[in-house]
Structure formats: C-alpha cells, structure tokens
Antibody, heavy 117, light 110 residues
C-alpha cells in the first residue's frame, strides 16, 4: 500500500525540541521531494519545509527558518523534521506529504505537536 | 510568504455550481502554473483535487475544474453534492523556491 506514516509528535515545553519522522512505503522513495505541512488547531494549512530527493537542497518557511531542519534517509525511506526552540504558535498537526513537481499528491495522517508549559 | 487570499466561505444548493477564488501576487500565481487545490474533510488529511491549474488526478470527479487569470486562480465545483462539503485550499509555488497555501474556504451545501 502506498502510504506515509508520521510519528514523533507530543507535548513539549516552550523552548524545547522534538524530532518528527515520516516513513514511506509502497513507492520508490528517493526520486521524490518531500514536504512537511502543518495545521494549527482550527486553522489553515501552512507549508513548513521541503527537501529534494537526494537531500542536497532544502527550503523553509520564514516562520521556522533557523529553528527547524528537514532531512531524509533514503536507505530507510524516511524523512525527518528536527524542531528546536519551539513556541506556542508551532502547535498543530504536522503532515508529511509527497511532493511531485510542486503538488502534494500523497499525505500522511499527521502527528500532533503541542507546545505548552 | 503571505498566504494566498480565499473567501472564508462559499455555499450552494445541491446541483448548483460554485466557484472559489484564490488571489496571489506577481511572485506566485502570476508567474507559475503550479497552482494546486486540496479538499479537506474534518479530521482527515487534505486530498489533492487539482494540480498545475487545470489537471485532475486520477479518480477525482470531473465536477471539479480549475482555471487561472492573472493573479487569481479559481476552483469550480459543478453539480454540487453533499459530499463536497468541507474545506478547500489553493496553493502555489513561489519565486523564492518555497510554497504557499491559501487561507482556506469552507464550502457548505445548503
């Protein structure tokens, strides 16, 4: 089955760190760029970060630049989001999405992140 | 990286057609044909319904269609059905090699 499964979300204090993972299966992983998208409770979608298929380039939203790092392990068909200096406005559901020529054609179910003391 | 502008809500009766607009800038919609639309039902991940302005992925109803003029992209849903209720988001790539979503539109079937 073609799918993406996120994990690693949870409750973290402001200023803390968290590492999200996304495991891909059912398709050839390494040609695809991969993206993280988040959705704050009751709010819209926000693009967070994208990484090229070979991991050589990555792009970030201004709101996370310098705090978040996207990476991937093509041998394990996985993409990661390392998050540091977390703030309350980072709270939300984080989706991993397959990125095919600037369209997101496959989404995971999301993993929730709550930043609160 | 300002969000693309969509109306907060659009409604219509079953069988009618509705159109959702998505307004961007000269850094995104105007210069790129990488405009996509996503449908999201409550508690479920978004689903791609239109890509590259006008194209439908396999399995998506032909009641969904997209277009673009200048800085505004549009999604039209024809023959509105109860199952079309949900939130709709446009998106575009940008000149900074980043990506931006729209503010989202809630579609209500009366």
């Amino acid at each position: 089955e073609v799918q993406l499964v996120e994990s690693g979300g949870g409750l973290v204090q402001p200023g803390g760190s968290l590492r999200l993972s996304c495991a891909a299966s059912g398709f050839t992983f390494n040609p695809y760029w991969m993206t993280w998208v988040r959705q704050a409770p009751g709010k819209g979608l926000e693009w967070v970060a994208t990484i090229k298929g070979d991991g050589s380039e990555s792009y970030y939203a201004d709101s996370v630049k310098g705090r978040f790092t996207i990476s991937r392990d093509n041998a394990k068909n996985s993409v990661f989001l390392q998050m540091h200096s977390l703030r309350g406005d980072d709270t939300g559901l984080y989706y991993c999405a397959r990125h095919a020529v600037w369209k997101f054609d496959l989404w995971g179910q999301g993993t929730p992140v709550t930043v609160s003391s | 990286q300002s969000a693309l502008t969509q109306p907060a809500s659009v409604s219509g009766s079953p069988g009618q057609s509705i159109t959702i607009s998505c307004t961007g800038t000269s850094s995104d919609i105007v210069i790129y044909n990488f405009v996509s639309w996503y449908q999201q039902h409550p508690g479920i991940a978004p689903k791609l319904i239109i890509y590259e302005v006008t194209n439908r992925p396999s399995g998506v109803s032909n009641r969904f269609s997209g277009s673009k003029s200048g800085n505004t992209a549009s999604l039209t849903i024809s023959g509105l059905q109860a199952e079309d209720e949900g939130d709709y988001y446009c998106s575009s790539t940008t000149s900074a090699n980043t990506h931006v979503f729209g503010t989202g539109t809630k579609v209500t079937v009366l």
